[in-house]
């Protein structure tokens, strides 16, 4: 489980966009406000970011709490982007804590971070998985399927799983891309862009709850849900 966040629009600082608002990823540490499952996100945490003239995206992991990272929070205030994936890790009883186990995960261009649990024993062996815990290996193997097969991945695993769920995050520096599978997400779009999170960063109006079981996709030219069921 985690509570984490996606921005795609004007390049904005890290600072901006994780620890600033009001109930910022770093509140959502210690004081979520919408989750359902678990009460503290203090496993562990990542941020991803593109920066101009570099297809790959950068990343900064720890197994430590996000408010125990003072480093963090000042480069934060000096590095924008305008394509960002951050989460804060609640680990599944079981699983190691480690920064390996920390989203976003990565391949290639894309970054993914997953908000949820799945059982292990359904997913495909990965070699190239970034940790053994759940989130890693469905990582994988939404890497290996394909982000244009996102949404039938997603169905696949939860047929594989019912008790799954499945809210997954991902990026390629241009869109964004999103599901929603038994667990809250909620979008924003402003003048300079859009984001989209486990729950709202502050309590703007227009903020709006995406629909569980679906699909989005965030280009700059705005955001299109699809069914997943």
């Not at 720890?62 to 934060?76: E, I, M, Q, R």
């Not at 059982?119 to 290996?137: K, M, N, Q, Y």
């Not at 003048?191 to 629909?211: I, K, N």
Request: hydrophobic letters at 45%; aromatic letters at 6%; charged letters at 20%.
């Amino acid at each position: 489980m985690c509570r984490h966040l996606a921005w795609l629009g004007r390049p904005r600082t890290l600072a901006e966009l994780v620890l600033e608002p009001p109930s910022s990823l770093l509140v959502q540490s210690w004081a979520p406000r919408r989750q359902r499952y678990g009460t503290l996100n203090a496993d562990g945490w990542g941020v991803g970011f593109y920066t101009p003239g570099r297809a790959q995206p950068a990343r900064w992991r720890s197994a430590k709490p996000l408010w125990g990272d003072p480093s963090f929070a000042s480069v934060a205030l000096v590095i924008s982007s305008g394509c960002v994936v951050a989460a804060v890790r609640s680990a599944t009883v079981g699983m190691p804590l480690e920064e390996s186990a920390a989203a976003p995960f990565t391949d290639g261009r894309w970054l993914l971070s997953h908000n949820g649990r799945v059982d292990r024993a359904v997913l495909p062996p990965a070699r190239d998985a970034e940790s053994t815990v759940d989130s890693a290996l469905l990582a994988a193997l939404v890497f290996d399927r394909g982000m244009d097969a996102l949404g039938a991945t997603v169905r696949e695993v939860a047929a594989a799983d019912p008790t799954a769920r499945l809210n997954l995050l991902a990026a390629d520096g241009t869109r964004l891309l999103a599901t929603t599978w038994g667990d809250t997400l909620s979008a924003l779009t402003t003048s300079d862009g859009t984001a989209l999170a486990s729950e709202p960063w502050d309590d703007d109006p227009a903020w709006t709850d995406v629909p569980d079981r679906s699909l989005v996709e965030v280009t700059p030219d705005g955001l299109t849900l699809t069914p997943l069921s």
